[in-house]
């Protein structure tokens, strides 16, 4: 006799419609249990065991005793193959089952949110401190955090808003005291978690801790092969040996790492020995060419982008560009969205299924996108995520609002970010002189004409 199962604790999950979304940051796999399987869930969630599970389908669907037990023991063999319960009695043979196309899943999970307007995917800037001050950075470390009692209570409301993935960053989000704290919670309200940081402030105890939770993966920052590289970016002595600390912390608790890796002039020397070192690390490795304006205006940061010359070697290496986990080009929302014509589109899609909040306690579409829908310290997020009018102006604008670039030839393989265009010109919906380089560049790679 099955007397319980439980449910492994890296499993995060979240309703989308009446069906359960559920990730095991174990083994990285993704499902998406139909109706019936997500009452199962719940209620085994809720501590039901197999023979009041029984009891349950029975009354819920007027199925025969035998009829219910073999369907929960079809849906308990699929869930426990692919590690998303654990039974506490073996004598239930367990079938195994193929893996499932993770991608694709993620994929209409995220098509739904967007046509339902779920926020699934958060992004929480839970602080501006950081102990390391890099030449690139553009935020302002001055701002003031929020507590840990108000994060929770916004963690509340962005589950019952059906957010799954949330990620916590910074600054460094691990210069909190009361950083574990927030991942346990976090951790309660099942949602699967990210965790964006320098790694300098990881510890054995900390990865250990981490591993009892659904954390999919933490991103750590790597700005060089080498300590000279790395610490002259930084401008913080140690922090290349203190990362890759970190690193070993978090691979050998099982934890997930992918090594963000932001290109400039400064390392790019460097790039080849930082893809072998992420894979010596056993690590994924995310590099990016894209190097922003500070959150203040200030466009210093412009000279530490790649030259031209650099920016095409990077373009036309294909294994390293092709790790580039950006923004894609606007012909894939015209792929993905049925679009017949692309203008119908819209310019981004922050704010249909995501958006980030600021230590302050503001509502962003996205971090990179500086224009405030929201500030939780006047109004829920529910009230800003269905009521905003900034929210809704940006939901309803189109490619062809773009009266600049909807009409470029460059259009479809663009990969035009609405957060850089403010930030470099101001507007919203005016050019992002930088996308218009590197689309250029990658044009003029594929043998066409010199837009540049």
């Given at each position: 006799?099955?007397?319980?199962?439980?449910?492994?604790?890296?499993?995060?999950?979240?309703?989308?419609?009446?069906?359960?979304?559920?990730?095991?940051?174990?083994?990285?796999?993704?499902?998406?249990?139909?109706?019936?399987?997500?009452?199962?869930?719940?209620?085994?969630?809720?501590?039901?065991?197999?023979?009041?599970?029984?009891?349950?389908?029975?009354?819920?669907?007027?199925?025969?005793?035998?009829?219910?037990?073999?369907?929960?023991?079809?849906?308990?063999?699929?869930?426990?193959?692919?590690?998303?319960?654990?039974?506490?009695?073996?004598?239930?043979?367990?079938?195994?089952?193929?893996?499932?196309?993770?991608?694709?899943?993620?994929?209409?999970?995220?098509?739904?949110?967007?046509?339902?307007?779920?926020?699934?995917?958060?992004?929480?800037?839970?602080?501006?401190?950081?102990?390391?001050?890099?030449?690139?950075?553009?935020?302002?470390?001055?701002?003031?955090?929020?507590?840990?009692?108000?994060?929770?209570h916004i963690l509340n409301e962005i589950a019952a808003a059906g957010c799954l993935f949330v990620?916590?960053?910074?600054?460094?989000?691990?210069?909190?005291?009361?950083?574990?704290?927030?991942?346990?919670?976090?951790?309660?309200?099942?949602?699967?978690?990210?965790?964006?940081?320098?790694?300098?402030?990881?510890?054995?105890?900390?990865?250990?801790?981490?591993?009892?939770?659904?954390?999919?993966?933490?991103?750590?920052?790597?700005?060089?092969?080498?300590?000279?590289?790395?610490?002259?970016?930084?401008?913080?002595?140690?922090?290349?040996?203190?990362?890759?600390?970190?690193?070993?912390?978090?691979?050998?608790?099982?934890?997930?790492?992918?090594?963000?890796?932001?290109?400039?002039?400064?390392?790019?020397?460097?790039?080849?020995?930082?893809?072998?070192?992420?894979?010596?690390?056993?690590?994924?490795?995310?590099?990016?060419?894209?190097?922003?304006?500070?959150?203040?205006?200030?466009?210093?940061?412009?000279?530490?982008?790649?030259?031209?010359?650099?920016?095409?070697?990077?373009?036309?290496?294909?294994?390293?560009?092709?790790?580039?986990?950006?923004?894609?080009?606007?012909?894939?929302?015209?792929?993905?969205?049925?679009f017949s014509d692309l203008a119908d589109a819209a310019p981004c899609y922050s704010g249909f299924?995501?958006?980030?909040?600021?230590?302050?306690?503001?509502?962003?579409?996205?971090?990179?996108?500086?224009?405030?829908?929201?500030?939780?310290?006047?109004?829920?997020?529910?009230?800003?995520?269905?009521?905003?009018?900034?929210?809704?102006?940006?939901?309803?604008?189109?490619?062809?609002?773009?009266?600049?670039?909807?009409?470029?030839?460059?259009?479809?393989?663009?990969?035009?970010?609405?957060?850089?265009?403010?930030?470099?010109?101001?507007?919203?919906?005016?050019?992002?002189?930088?996308?218009?380089?590197?689309?250029?560049?990658?044009?003029?790679?594929?043998?066409?004409?010199?837009?540049?």
């Amino acid at each position: 006799m099955i007397r319980e199962c439980l449910i492994n604790p890296r499993v995060g999950w979240r309703y989308i419609d009446s069906e359960i979304v559920a990730f095991n940051c174990e083994n990285q796999q993704i499902v998406i249990w139909n109706e019936t399987a997500s009452l199962l869930w719940e209620k085994i969630a809720a501590g039901m065991d197999f023979n009041d599970l029984i009891e349950f389908l029975t009354n819920k669907y007027s199925l025969s005793n035998k009829r219910a037990k073999r369907d929960i023991i079809t849906f308990l063999q699929e869930a426990n193959s692919c590690g998303f319960i654990d039974y506490n009695n073996k004598e239930l043979k367990i079938e195994n089952q193929n893996d499932k196309d993770g991608e694709n899943i993620l994929l209409t999970i995220e098509m739904k949110a967007i046509e339902n307007l779920i926020p699934f995917a958060v992004t929480f800037e839970t602080t501006y401190v950081c102990n390391e001050k890099c030449i690139h950075c553009y935020i302002d470390h001055n701002q003031l955090s929020l507590s840990l009692s108000e994060i929770r209570h916004i963690l509340n409301e962005i589950a019952a808003a059906g957010c799954l993935f949330v990620s916590f960053t910074g600054g460094e989000f691990f210069t909190r005291n009361d950083a574990m704290e927030i991942v346990e919670y976090a951790s309660k309200l099942h949602f699967v978690i990210d965790i964006l940081s320098n790694g300098t402030l990881i510890t054995k105890s900390i990865a250990d801790k981490l591993a009892l939770h659904p954390v999919r993966r933490v991103q750590i920052s790597l700005y060089g092969a080498t300590p000279e590289t790395h610490d002259l970016i930084t401008n913080l002595t140690g922090s290349f040996k203190n990362t890759l600390n970190g690193i070993n912390f978090l691979t050998k608790a099982g934890i997930k790492v992918e090594i963000a890796f932001p290109l400039m002039g400064i390392n790019f020397h460097e790039r080849h020995l930082v893809k072998n070192l992420a894979r010596s690390l056993g690590c994924l490795l995310s590099p990016s060419h894209v190097i922003t304006a500070r959150n203040n205006g200030k466009r210093d940061t412009f000279q530490l982008r790649l030259n031209d010359e650099q920016l095409k070697l990077f373009l036309e290496d294909k294994e390293l560009s092709a790790l580039y986990a950006g923004r894609k080009p606007f012909q894939d929302h015209q792929f993905y969205f049925k679009f017949s014509d692309l203008a119908d589109a819209a310019p981004c899609y922050s704010g249909f299924n995501s958006c980030a909040i600021t230590p302050s306690g503001k509502v962003l579409p996205c971090n990179q996108l500086l224009y405030e829908i929201g500030d939780l310290k006047k109004n829920s997020f529910s009230k800003i995520w269905h009521n905003s009018p900034q929210i809704q102006y940006l939901r309803d604008l189109t490619i062809s609002k773009l009266t600049k670039c909807s009409k470029c030839q460059l259009l479809t393989s663009c990969a035009r970010c609405p957060g850089l265009a403010l930030l470099e010109g101001g507007d919203l919906l005016e050019l992002s002189p930088e996308n218009c380089r590197i689309s250029a560049i990658n044009h003029s790679l594929k043998g066409g004409e010199n837009y540049g």
